[in-house]
């Protein structure tokens, strides 16, 4: 919004032409999140613990998580806003995937609030039931994708792949691109959640991850970097930057209050928004390969998952202590923050070597 509304202005006031700098107003993005974060963090911790909006600990966890109990859950609706507010006022209006970024934010965030709202309302049920929830998500999934692919026009680029590594890889999945896309928005949504286990555990490797594709962004959407990187370039991408910013500066000020000891937890609503977001912009810059290796601890946490629940169910025997990965390291007795630096240790790492792939092909 400022943009449309102060750059006109640069012939008048030659200020005001910092406003075309994707830089500027990506850096302001994030101070604005992290600021409305900081600022409304404690209303919001007070509202939700006035409405007895606590989280409920499940019986398949370890025992020290019971002392957790009532913490005020549902954050994610501080940083759905901290998200909304700096994108809209600091991206430019007619860029069309910052529109389609936003809009699959929020609309996973809402999945995530009926989940909360519903294992608030009746904790034996759990939420959302599994099928159901995730049938509704690959649907959602699948119509941002269609809208992704739309909004290129006849791009060539639309439904091809970029392979890590290799310059020359490209290949087109044609009509099933949407369906490819929706499974990688939902598995990294559902990924996150499963990583959302510790006092900002999902936190900081989200925070990381956005840093990571707001440099993609940056790069895809600039046809001299591009073309100089020997990568796909995407006209408009370049504003996703302001978005992956907003949702730095969200994470970032959230992060304050989610700190162990937490005082706020993000809920479904939160994860599973964060989540999408690095699926979506995964997909608009045209790295959706690439989020495997940037979200690599989500990823791990997933498998993990996969592997426990496969091993006990086709021979009785589990892999792990207890899954998702950062319980079985509960169990063998690291203490809560050494398991939350280490992972975010190892995030950093992960993004350091995919931003590396975008010159070793």
């Not at 994707?22 to 993005?29: G, P």
């Not at 680029?157 to 392979?163: D, G, I, K, N, T």
């Not at 006209?235 to 978005?243: D, K, Q, R, S, Y």
Request: aromatic share 12%; proline share 4%; net charge positive.
């Amino acid at each position: 919004m400022l943009y449309h509304l102060l750059y006109p202005l640069r012939d008048v006031f030659i200020v005001f032409n910092v406003f075309r700098y994707i830089t500027f107003r990506s850096a302001y993005a994030i101070i604005t999140a992290l600021l409305i974060t900081l600022i409304l963090g404690p209303y919001v911790i007070r509202w939700l613990a006035a409405r007895q909006v606590g989280e409920n600990i499940r019986e398949d966890v370890p025992r020290n998580h019971l002392a957790k109990a009532g913490t005020p859950t549902m954050g994610g609706i501080l940083i759905l806003l901290a998200i909304l507010v700096p994108t809209l006022l600091w991206a430019r209006w007619d860029e069309g995937l910052v529109w389609i970024a936003l809009l699959g934010t929020m609309v996973f965030g809402l999945v995530g609030f009926l989940d909360d709202y519903l294992k608030l309302r009746r904790p034996n049920t759990g939420g959302m039931r599994g099928k159901p929830k995730l049938l509704l998500q690959v649907a959602l999934g699948f119509g941002l994708m269609v809208i992704l692919v739309n909004s290129y026009g006849s791009a060539e680029f639309a439904s091809r792949l970029s392979v890590p590594f290799f310059k020359k890889v490209m290949p087109d999945l044609g009509w099933a691109y949407p369906l490819f896309g929706a499974l990688v928005v939902v598995g990294a949504s559902n990924a996150v959640n499963l990583t959302d286990g510790l006092d900002g555990l999902a936190t900081g490797p989200v925070i990381v991850a956005m840093v990571a594709y707001a440099i993609i962004a940056y790069v895809v959407g600039n046809a001299k970097f591009a073309a100089y990187l020997n990568i796909v370039h995407v006209p408009g991408a370049g504003e996703l930057t302001v978005f992956c910013g907003s949702a730095v500066g969200a994470s970032l000020g959230f992060l304050w209050y989610n700190a162990y000891p937490a005082e706020l937890f993000m809920g479904n609503v939160g994860a599973l928004a964060l989540g999408a977001a690095l699926g979506i912009v995964a997909a608009a810059t045209k790295h959706e390969l690439l989020l495997v290796l940037v979200g690599g601890i989500f990823v791990i946490e997933a498998v993990s998952v996969v592997l426990q629940v496969a091993s006990f169910k086709s021979t009785g025997r589990r892999v792990f202590r207890m899954a998702p990965l950062h319980h079985h390291f509960e169990m063998k007795g690291w203490a809560e923050p050494k398991i939350i630096v280490r992972f975010w240790i190892v995030a950093i790492a992960l993004a350091l070597l995919s931003l590396s792939t975008l010159k070793l092909r």
